[in-house]
T-cell receptor
Framework: EAQVTQNPRYLITVTGKKLTVTCSQN?????MSWYRQDPGLGLRQIYYSMNVEVTDKGDVPEGYKVSRKEKRNFPLILESPSPNQTSLYFC????????????FGQGTRLTVV | AQSVTQLGSHVSVSEGALVLLRCNYSSSVPPYLFWYVQYPNQGLQLLLK??????LVKGINGFEAEFKKSETSFHLTKPSAHMSDAAEYFCAVRKTSYDKVIFGPGTSLSVIP
């Protein structure tokens, strides 16, 4: 089954404690991205990757890091989480060279206290 | 820069009534357009997409949308609302297949029995 898998689904952490949210896709997609969803703001892109070892900032990259060492994986790293990063996070993937829709993971609800 | 506006953050309809969710975009060229649906505690699922093949696009679950270039609109409709349609709906635009997907703020649809 084609899917994008995020882990964990829920996470409560304390300010400053480094965390990683994993994302994996099994569709051989080139393009992967991370979004955060906040009420009234829709989804805002944090980082994206066009292919292995190619990443770039989205609209709200501050406080986040990503890496793309393998085509299937695109982890999101919060080196020092702060309460304003409390949000619902989605990973998405799509083919880069054709107009196909983005496939989304189930989401990770992060709370930073 | 591209943007997407969705008129009405909350829409309520009676079961069996017409569903109309509005989406307007700003783009210098006809973009790729999408409607996504998000059910509670789930990721985003593609409802339909416009890729310039036809201005009236049919999607899943009886939804359809019409691309109107002169109005820069891509409104989503369904002739008869069902209780299971209650969800958050996002309009999204992508200028080219290499560009990021930009989401509108979303419209929460409630269906009243």
């Amino acid at each position: 089954e084609a899917q994008v898998t995020q882990n964990p689904r829920y996470l409560i952490t304390v300010t400053g404690k480094k965390l990683t949210v994993t994302c994996s896709q099994n569709m051989n997609h080139e393009y992967m991205s991370w979004y955060r969803q906040d009420p009234g703001l829709g989804l805002r892109q944090i980082y994206y990757s066009m292919n292995v070892e190619v990443t770039d900032k989205g609209d709200v990259p501050e406080g986040y890091k990503v890496s793309r060492k393998e085509k299937r994986n695109f982890p999101l790293i919060l080196e020092s989480p702060s309460p304003n990063q409390t949000s619902l996070y989605f990973c998405a993937s799509s083919f880069g060279r054709t107009n196909t829709e983005a496939f989304f993971g189930q989401g990770t609800r992060l709370t930073v206290v | 820069a591209q943007s997407v506006t969705q008129l009405g953050s909350h829409v309520s309809v009676s079961e069996g009534a017409l569903v109309l969710l509005r989406c307007n975009y700003s783009s210098s060229v006809p973009p790729y357009l999408f409607w996504y649906v998000q059910y509670p505690n789930q990721g985003l699922q593609l409802l339909l997409k416009y890729t310039s093949a036809a201005t009236l696009v049919k999607g899943i679950n009886g939804f359809e949308a019409e691309f109107k270039k002169s109005e820069t609109s891509f409104h989503l409709t369904k002739p008869s609302a069902h209780m299971s349609d209650a969800a958050e709906y996002f309009c999204a635009v992508r200028k080219t297949s290499y560009d990021k997907v930009i989401f509108g703020p979303g419209t929460s649809l409630s269906v009243i029995p």
